[in-house]
């Protein structure tokens, strides 16, 4: 069977971690070998240096991902990306249309069709997180514990929360209320990388693909890659 190579353009470090941490090794016994990087934002050419996370432009991050592409032509390969739904740039493909809709998941399917047929390339398979990283968390917020002790109550409080609303990809993407403010209200010394990437891998991909059915399509869409 042939080895594809999957590159995956993430939104920050975050993500990149995640992918490095988790999904390389699974993704490995699908016969996918995987590499990540954060999107581009910046370049000094005089330093040589690249600065890297964040989508504050969609623009900036097409360009790097064709770039990619464009050094690694192969049919073998594949392109996928790990970017929010929370704080798209607005000039993010098919954003406009999106925005009329109430649906988060017709939102993103309109978003991800969208840029795809921007990417022109057979290979690009498009992935736009629901709402952002820490809806993961929120599979089963109890695994905070393993990082947060003698934080019961807090915990306690965010599983209250998805006793009320089951699905972590629906909980909403305002500012004060987005998965990350949520937790960061209940445990403010979360941090993001460290941290949320560690109580993801404690929750386990199974569970991540029962209780995030978008996250679900989007691995086992990589799995089916080769």
């Not at 968390?137 to 695994?143: G, L, T, V």
């Not at 915990?155 to 909403?172: A, D, G, R």
């Amino acid at each position: 069977m042939t080895v594809i190579r999957l590159h995956v353009t993430a939104e920050g470090p975050t993500e990149e971690l995640f992918v490095n941490k988790i999904l390389v090794d699974h993704l490995g016994d699908f016969n996918v070998s995987t590499d990540v990087r954060a999107v581009l934002t910046s370049k000094d050419n005089k330093a040589s240096i690249e600065y890297r996370g964040g989508l504050g432009d969609y623009q900036k991050a097409k360009k790097d991902i064709l770039t990619w592409m464009k050094e690694d032509d192969r049919s073998e390969c594949r392109f996928t990306t790990m970017f929010d739904l929370y704080a798209l740039p607005d000039n993010f493909p098919g954003f406009a249309q999106a925005q009329q809709i109430l649906d988060p998941y017709e939102k993103v399917k309109i978003l991800e069709e969208a840029f795809a047929t921007d990417m022109e390339d057979h290979r690009f398979i498009p992935y736009i997180q629901l709402h952002e990283f820490e809806a993961l968390i929120f599979a089963d917020p109890q695994k905070l514990d393993w990082e947060y002790l003698e934080h019961d109550l807090p915990i306690k409080n965010l599983q209250q929360l998805m006793i009320k609303s089951p699905n972590p990809e629906l909980i909403n993407d305002h500012p004060q209320t987005a998965p990350s403010k949520r937790i960061l209200k209940e445990i403010p010394e979360y941090d993001k990388v460290t941290a949320g990437v560690s109580v993801v891998g404690r929750i386990g991909l199974p569970t991540l693909r029962e209780k995030c059915r978008h996250f679900a399509q989007w691995l086992q869409r990589l799995e089916s890659c080769a």
